[in-house]
C-alpha cells in the first residue's frame, strides 16, 4: 500500500536537521510524503524538502494568542498534526523521539483513535499493509515488532534508524497554509529562553559518533572534547558529571537516549541509568583506569588507561591519519 | 489538597528483564516500584508538607497503579514514604493494555476519586523505566480535560496555581496552571526521601483498596488487548556481543584505539 500519506513534523522549520531527512527518507517507502510545520520553512527548509520529494508542505496558521510561547507546548503541536491529518487524510505521522514530539504525537494519536508507538527504530510494514515499528527495548538488550491495527498510525522515530536518501528526482515545494483551532486545556507558558545550540559539533541526538565523559574526568572535559573534535562526534556526559556542573547535557534513560554507530564512554562507569540510554549503539568503546569496569561487559573494544593519555594519543593518531587520507 | 501519585510496577533494572508471549515478563522476584516514580511521591508530599497544619489534616495523597495483584509492592513503598491510601486497579481485562488502555483506567479511576471530593493534583514520575513512553501524563491530562505541566525540575503551589520551570530538548522554560492540572517531574525534581523505621512498620498493614475494570465504568473492549491500537508480534533477545577487546595501557593504548577505529571505518 504505498499510496499512503505520511506527514512528517518538521519543528522547527529554519533547518531541516538530520533526524527529519531521516523521516522524509523512512516516509518514502510507506507513500506520498508531506511535511507539518508551525511556522514558515527557511529557503534553505524548502530546497532541502524539495531534495528530499516533498511537494507540500502545510503550514498551520494558529489563533492570535499561540503563535509566541506557548506555540512549542506539546498539546499545541498535537492540534497541528491532528488538523493535518484530517485535512491530508493521511495514514501515518512521524516525528523525531524528543520529549516534545513524543507527546505531540501521543495526543494526536489519542484525538485520532490511532495506535501510538514511540521511539521506532525502524519502520516498515507487514503482509497485510499495517505500518509496523521495531523497538529496541531494555537497555538495547531485546528487539520488538509491533504493527498499528488502526487506520492511522502515529510513530517518533529515533535518530540514525536509516542514512538520509534525497529522492530520485528533487521536486518543488509549495508551501500551504491551514487553519488550526486548539481546544486543549493549556497551561501559560511565563517564560521561555531557548538553549544555544553548539554550531561546530552534531547534535548529541543525531551524532553518528558520541564521546561521553564521566566522574573519570575529574572535571576536564578537555581531552574529551579535543578527542570528540578529531573523530567528529558530539559530546554527552553522565548524569553524575552534570550533576557536578561539568557539562550540560547527559546520556542515560532520563537524559538523551542515543543509538550512534559509535559511542566512546571515558572515565564512565557503566551504570544500568546510564546504558539504559546508550546500550543500543552499534560499536560501543570504552577507557576507564579500573579493569572491572562494568561498562566493560558491553563493550566491543575497550582500553584500560588514564583517560587523558589514552583520549589525547588516539586523538593524535586519528588526525595524523585524517590528513593523509 | 488532595493529591493522586499514579505509581507503576515494573521490572528492576538491575535484574535480567525480559519479555514472555511478547508480553514483559512480571516476575514478582524482580518487580519493584518504578524509581522515577519515587519523584513524584517526593514531589506530592513536600507539596502538602508545605502547607499549614489545619490544611494538611484535610489533605490526602493517594498512590495509584493499574498493575496485576503483584504490584502491591509498589504500593508498600508508597505507603513507606508517606503516602495515605493505596489503590490498586486490577483486572484480566486490562492485560496487555497500550498507552491508550492504560490511560483510560488511569482516567477512570482518578474520576473514581473524584465522587469522594476533588483532585487538585495528578502528580507522576517522567517516564516508567520498562515502557519509556514518557507519554501517559500528557494523555492523563488530555483525558481528564486539565492543563499537563510535564518533566516538571522545580515546583510551587500556591493559591490554587502550579508553577513549575523546566528543560527541554529546545529551551528552559517556566510554566503556570490553574488546579486542578497534570504534573510530571523529572528525576531532578528533588531527592526521594528513605523511608524511616516507623514508616515502614505501618506500611505492612496498611490496606490496599482493589478496583476491577466494572467498578470504573471501563468497557472490556476499550482496554487491555481488546482496545489495544498496537500489537507486539515478537519480543526477541539480542543476539549476545563477543566479548570485549580489552587492550591494557603500557604507553600505546591510545594508538591502539585509534587503530580500532580505523580499522572498522569508524573515523
Ligand atoms: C533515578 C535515577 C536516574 C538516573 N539517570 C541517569 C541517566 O540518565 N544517565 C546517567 O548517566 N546516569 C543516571 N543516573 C546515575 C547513575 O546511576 C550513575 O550514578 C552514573 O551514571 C555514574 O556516572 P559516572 O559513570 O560518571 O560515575 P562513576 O560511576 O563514579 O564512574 C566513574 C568511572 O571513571 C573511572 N575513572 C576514574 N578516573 C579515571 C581516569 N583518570 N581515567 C579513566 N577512567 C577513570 C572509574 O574507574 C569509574 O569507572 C541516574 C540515577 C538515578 C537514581
Ligand atoms: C518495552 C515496552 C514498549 C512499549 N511500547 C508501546 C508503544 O509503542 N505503544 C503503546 O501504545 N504501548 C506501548 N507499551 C505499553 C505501555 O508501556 C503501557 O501502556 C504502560 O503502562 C504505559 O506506558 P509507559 O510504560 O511507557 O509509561 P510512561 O508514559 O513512561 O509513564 C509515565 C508515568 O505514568 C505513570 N504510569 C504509567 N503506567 C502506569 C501504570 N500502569 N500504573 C500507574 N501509573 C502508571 C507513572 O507515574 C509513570 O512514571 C510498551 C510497553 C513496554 C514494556
Redesign the pocket.
Known amino acids: 500500500m504505498t499510496n499512503r500519506t505520511v506527514l512528517v513534523l518538521l519543528d522547527p522549520a529554519g533547518e531541516v536537521r538530520p533526524s527529519v531527512l531521516e523521516l522524509l527518507t523512512i516516509g518514502r517507502t510507506l507513500g506520498r510524503v508531506e511535511a507539518v510545520t508551525l511556522e514558515a520553512p527557511s529557503v534553505e527548509a524548502l530546497a532541502q524538502l524539495g531534495a528530499y520529494g516533498v511537494e507540500t508542505v502545510h503550514q498551520a496558521e494558529l489563533p492570535a494568542d499561540l503563535r509566541g510561547d506557548a506555540r512549542h507546548l506539546s498539546a499545541v503541536v498535537a492540534a497541528v498534526l491532528t488538523a493535518a491529518v484530517r485535512l491530508t487524510d493521511a495514514d501515518v505521522v512521524l516525528a523525531p523521539s524528543t520529549f516534545g514530539a513524543k507527546e505531540a504525537v501521543a495526543l494526536a494519536g489519542h484525538a485520532l483513535g490511532a495506535?501510538?508507538?514511540?521511539d521506532a527504530a525502524g519502520v516498515a510494514e507487514d503482509d497485510a499493509g499495517h505500518v509496523v515499528?521495531t523497538?529496541r527495548?531494555?537497555a538495547g538488550s531485546w528487539d520488538?515488532v509491533?504493527r498499528v491495527t488502526t487506520d492511522v498510525a502515529a510513530l517518533t522515530v529515533r535518530a540514525n534508524a536509516v542514512v538520509p536518501q534525497p529522492a530520485e528526482a528533487a521536486v518543488a515545494t509549495e508551501v500551504e497554509g491551514f487553519a488550526v483551532a486548539v481546544d486543549a486545556v493549556l497551561p501559560a507558558v511565563t517564560a521561555r529562553t531557548e538553549k544555544a545550540r553548539d554550531s561546530d559539533r552534531p547534535t548529541l541526538e543525531e551524532a553518528a559518533v558520541v564521546v561521553a565523559g564521566g566522574r573519570g574526568t575529574e572535571g576536564d572535559f578537555g581531552p574529551v572534547e579535543a578527542f570528540a573534535d578529531a573523530v567528529g562526534g558530539a559530546v554527552g556526559a553522565t548524569r553524575d558529571a552534570v550533576f557536578e556542573g561539568w557539562f550540560d547535557r547527559y546520556i542515560g534513560q532520563t537524559g538523551v537516549t542515543i543509538a550512534p554507530r559509535l559511542y566512546v564512554g571515558a572515565g564512565v562507569s557503566g551504570a544500568p541509568h546510564h546504558r539504559g540510554g546508550m546500550q543500543a549503539s552499534q560499536v560501543i568503546v570504552a577507557v576507564n583506569n579500573d579493569p572491572e569496569a562494568p561498562i566493560f561487559e558491553i563493550c566491543d573494544f575497550a582500553v584500560v588507561g588514564d583517560l587523558s593519555d589514552v583520549l589525547g594519543q588516539a586523538a593524535e593518531v586519528i588526525r595524523a591519519h585524517k590528513q593523509q587520507a | 489538597m488532595r493529591i493522586v501519585v499514579?505509581?507503576?510496577y515494573v521490572p528492576d533494572i538491575n535484574a535480567e528483564r525480559k519479555f514472555v508471549d511478547c508480553r514483559?515478563d512480571r516476575d514478582p522476584a524482580v518487580g519493584t516500584l518504578?524509581e522515577?516514580?519515587e519523584n513524584?511521591l517526593e514531589a506530592a508530599l513536600r507539596i502538602v508538607e508545605a502547607l499549614d497544619e489545619a490544611e494538611q489534616e484535610t489533605s490526602e495523597i493517594v498512590a495509584?497503579?493499574?498493575?496485576p495483584p503483584e504490584g502491591d509492592v509498589a504500593l508498600r513503598k508508597a505507603f513507606q514514604m508517606g503516602v495515605d491510601r493505596g489503590v490498586r486497579v486490577s483486572d484480566d481485562a486490562l492485560a496487555g493494555?497500550?498507552?491508550?488502555?492504560?490511560t483510560a483506567a488511569?482516567a477512570a479511576a482518578v474520576r473514581r476519586l473524584e465522587t469522594e471530593g476533588p483532585v487538585d493534583l495528578v502528580i507522576?514520575?517522567?517516564?516508567?523505566l520498562?515502557?519509556?513512553?514518557?507519554?501517559?501524563?500528557a494523555l492523563l491530562a488530555a483525558t481528564l480535560g486539565r492543563p499537563s505541566v510535564t518533566f516538571a525540575k522545580t515546583v510551587a503551589v500556591a493559591d490554587g496555581t502550579l508553577q513549575a520551570t523546566r528543560e527541554t530538548d529546545e529551551a528552559t522554560e517556566s510554566l503556570t496552571a490553574p488546579l486542578p492540572a497534570v504534573l510530571?517531574v523529572a528525576d531532578t525534581a528533588n531527592r526521594p526521601r528513605f523511608p524511616n523505621f516507623k514508616l515502614i512498620m505501618a506500611a505492612r498493614s496498611k490496606e490496599i483498596e482493589q478496583w476491577t475494570a466494572a467498578d470504573l465504568g471501563l468497557e472490556p473492549g476499550a482496554v487491555g488487548t481488546a482496545g489495544a491500537?498496537?500489537e507486539t508480534t515478537l519480543a526477541a533477545p539480542r543476539p549476545e556481543k563477543p566479548p570485549v577487546e580489552l587492550v591494557q595501557d603500557k604507553g600505546e593504548g591510545g594508538k591502539a584505539l585509534a587503530e580500532y577505529l580505523i580499522r572498522h571505518e569508524l573515523v
Not at chain 1, 495506535?115 to 514511540?118: D, H, L, Q, R
Not at chain 2, 507522576?124 to 516508567?128: H, L
Open positions: 495506535g501510538v508507538i514511540i515499528g523497538k527495548v531494555f520488538t509491533s | 499514579p505509581v507503576k514483559v518504578n522515577l516514580d513524584a495509584l497503579t493499574v498493575a493494555s497500550d498507552y491508550s488502555g492504560t488511569l507522576t514520575g517522567m517516564a516508567a520498562d515502557g519509556l513512553g514518557s507519554v501517559v501524563p510530571s491500537r498496537t
